[in-house]
């Protein structure tokens, strides 16, 4: 009897978990900064959660946006937009640009982010991110609530103050961010890097053996 009373609510639990309807629950995601521009207009800079690459060769990535938003009128008209990635001290200007709208306020000169020029497009990059994506877009589908955005990358700038002295990117000491169920977290402790469940173990140098 009281299972059945349980069963009456929306979610129908089996064992621990718990069943919802269908809805977007793939976290943690990237949330980045994505600035476009229209000439004559000032840049404008929305934060989308719904990006992702997508292709290796040719290098593509994905944006989803709602036709509502300001950007999204300028990107379709334009074709092309700036991925900039995020750390956490940028974190406050990416959830400003993810809640104000280019129609009312300047974001650039709200947050005192740098527009920066970008080769192979016309729309800027942001200056204070460690990487930015100059992206072309190949094709447009609308989907329902957001329409996607497919891009070729065709640029990539880094900032030389995360290079090592060997030339190394040191992408992940720059305190990249990740958005998950509606919070934001600073990229937390290595694991493990590609490939290392299948390596064989590093020899340890030869010496005596320690007694357990
Ligand atoms: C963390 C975060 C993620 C967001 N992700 C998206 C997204 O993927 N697609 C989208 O259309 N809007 C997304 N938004 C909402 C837009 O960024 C927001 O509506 C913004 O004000 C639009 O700016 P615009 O009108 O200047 O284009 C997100 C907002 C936040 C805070």
């Not at 800079?45 to 709602?66: E, Q, Y």
């Not at 469940?197 to 340890?204: D, F, H, L, Q, Y």
Request: some cysteine.
């Amino acid at each position: 009897m009281k299972k059945q009373e349980t069963n009456k609510n929306k979610n129908s639990i089996k064992s621990s978990r718990v069943t919802w309807k269908p809805g977007n629950m793939l976290y943690p995601v990237p949330a980045v900064m994505v600035s476009c521009q229209r000439e004559g207009e000032p840049p404008n800079i929305i934060t989308v959660a719904w990006a992702g690459t997508i292709c290796s060769s040719p290098a593509m990535l994905s944006i989803s946006i709602r036709p509502e938003r300001h950007s999204y009128d300028i990107i379709k008209e334009t074709r092309e937009f700036a991925v900039n990635l995020v750390t956490k001290d940028l974190v406050r200007a990416a959830d400003y640009c993810g809640v104000k709208s280019g129609r009312d306020v300047d974001k650039f000169t709200q947050m005192k982010l740098t527009p920066c020029s970008l080769e192979h497009i016309k729309a800027p990059g942001i200056e204070e991110c460690p990487v930015n994506l100059a992206c072309r877009v190949v094709e447009i589908k609308p989907l329902g609530s957001h329409d996607l955005f497919l891009a070729e990358v065709v640029g990539v700038t880094v900032d030389s103050r995360y290079m090592d002295e060997k030339g190394k990117f040191r992408l992940n000491e720059a305190g990249l961010i990740s958005y998950s169920h509606g919070e934001y977290f600073e990229l937390g402790k290595k694991l493990g890097s590609f490939g290392y469940s299948v390596k064989k173990a590093e020899k340890k140098p030869s010496g005596r053996r320690k007694n357990k």
